[in-house]
């Protein structure tokens, strides 16, 4: 019990640490003796001193023969910042519990096998569910060379993301409003269609932008996007990225590049719309982990016709349109070839329902 | 709390006679004495003895100085059966508990006033909520002259109920059909539009049709509906109400009524489909309380939009299709002006989402 105890707590510490160690994962880490915390630590920042090397760090020679506790396994190779293996060892701490090993090839086993034949007492696994799911963009990211991502829509009780004149603010009301917004600080990246860029303007904003400013993907094929939107002019544009997969138009290329905008490059599809796997996978290797698309339909029909949705979050409003926009568009399946899903326990979020689900 | 528990056994018992009783409604009594129950009964069947009545004819002499818990308050007029006040004063009852007040202007209160009068102890109210809602359709019936109306639609997540070759079965699992099984045997009537009746040839009938079996309401303007359909067919033809405004036809009317389907002739809406207010009003005078629609999207879409719906059933089912057949047809809303709903707490059945609300 004490010891899940212990690891919640670093796990509570990790998520301080969301949005400023991609494409690191958040960790975090607890240094207990005689049942009492003496220090702890999360990451803080990509490059920067690992949770557990920091916690060790702040307990000092109180750590003798204490049991340390972190998310995930320590790493044992030399990076940034020297391995974390070497630091617990010469710490002189004498058990550790990890919450779930580390995927990453350079780490994976090896950190945990450094420990035990240094003689301490190794145990993996604690809590591991909730340790893997609080950096399952980091273990896509290191898997599938893909980042993590979430679709999110919002829509009327009859499909619509919008009414028919295309107005789409507000569907739903001010809690999901809010979870929405508590949700943007948790990814790498918010992404929307150009389309919905060009119709609704957003900025994608977490709406306290004190902290953490995730970056922002535009999915404009043909670099149409107008120079006049939030994203190009703000000052976070330096955040932003526009994925197209026109090869022409290098003056508007230069342009945005030259207003601080990031171009990613990439391949069209059958369809002369981006190849959405491609972009993801170049948008990892810029280091995105975790992507949270707000639509629109085109780009959200893209993604779960070609299986590129880890998770789902639709909001059901109460309300009924009759005609609206569609939430995903740009395909047709018959009832036994539909895409499938599975859905969580549903709950209510102020009037709206949230129904929270992935691609079956 | 026993009084409550009591009452929760009448409730119970009403239940029993759900689909036998209409246009009356279910109504059950327990009669107790030193905290036991020495009787119980419900209303078995139109026109024959009420609940109250009956429990205190197998409770015999041994009524007398006991309670009775009834759901509804009991009549105090001659109707088919004598009054159930008097039953009551001549049984010796010591003490009466009501659910509700009757709204039947022939009862409401009346009956309550008779028992007072007699010296009898009167406590309404008790688990009123729960005897109200055992009830509602005859509630509704009463008050407003029309049947209450539940609008079950079964949508894809993104808001087809059928795929766009017109097919939907199954969109939804065992678990939601099952569900919608028990559902038809609340109702006095199963209710669809005729396109879907054309489409499915759907029996309508609960699963188990050794026991109740509820009408079926074809709601068919222009008296189109076809010979070969289930409906038209089966032994429970004479079940089977076609509601038709077109005033022509005569034969086809004739030919329906003489293979013992019942045919109500009603009034055009502007747009040539059946007024649904008027049809509603005119099922309401053949006895019919309450009705459970099941689509298709053009009833649903007229019926949400006359705001003759009562309860909203939807489940979404964890399928997405990209292109079908709209859930709610023939009207468009700016968002601002959307019909409203509110939901209850949303619940899983099986692998689909089952919502419960209402029109707002």
Not at 93 to 109: A, E, H, M
Not at 135 to 157: D, E, M, Q, Y
Request: glycine share 8%.
């Amino acid at each position: 019990m004490n010891d899940e105890k212990f690891m919640a707590r670093a796990i509570e510490l990790a998520q301080e640490g969301r949005g400023f160690t991609s494409p690191n994962p958040v960790v975090g880490a607890v240094v207990v003796k005689d049942d009492k915390v003496i220090s702890e630590a999360y990451h803080e920042k990509f490059g920067e001193l690992h949770a557990e090397a920091l916690a060790l760090k702040k307990a000092g020679p109180a750590a003798r023969d204490a049991t340390l506790y972190v998310t995930l396994e320590p790493c044992s190779h030399q990076g940034k910042t020297p391995p974390c293996t070497e630091a617990i060892i010469q710490a002189g701490i004498q058990k550790v519990f990890i919450g779930t090993r580390d995927p990453n090839p350079l780490v994976n086993g090896k950190g945990v096998t450094q420990l035990l034949e240094a003689g301490l007492d190794v145990f993996t696994g604690l809590l591991e569910t909730e340790c893997l799911e609080l950096n399952r963009g980091f273990f896509k990211h290191i898997r599938s060379k893909r980042p993590w991502v979430t679709l999110k829509l919002a829509l009327s009780t009859d499909g619509y993301i919008a009414d028919s004149q295309g107005k789409s603010q507000w569907i739903t009301g001010q809690e999901a409003r809010e979870f929405v917004h508590q949700q943007r600080k948790q990814y790498d990246a918010i992404m929307v269609g150009v389309g919905t860029a060009m119709k609704d303007d957003p900025s994608l904003l977490p709406k306290d932008t004190s902290g953490y400013i995730p970056n922002r993907i535009i999915i404009d094929e043909a670099l149409t996007i107008p120079y006049r939107l939030k994203v190009v002019n703000d000052d976070y544009r330096n955040k932003t990225i526009v994925v197209a997969s026109s090869h022409e138009k290098e003056k508007k290329r230069e342009e945005l590049q030259k207003r601080k905008l990031k171009v990613v490059q990439t391949e069209a599809d059958d369809f002369g719309w981006v190849n959405l796997d491609k972009a993801l996978e170049q948008l990892a290797k810029e280091g995105i982990t975790s992507i949270y698309c707000e639509g629109g339909g085109q780009l959200a029909g893209s993604l779960v016709q070609a299986g590129l949705v880890d998770e789902l979050q639709i909001f059901i409003a109460p309300k009924i349109l009759g005609e609206g926009i569609f939430g995903f568009s740009g395909f047709m399946k018959t009832l036994d070839k539909a895409i499938q899903l599975e859905w969580d326990e549903p709950r209510k979020l102020g009037p709206d329902i949230l129904l929270i689900g992935r691609l079956k």
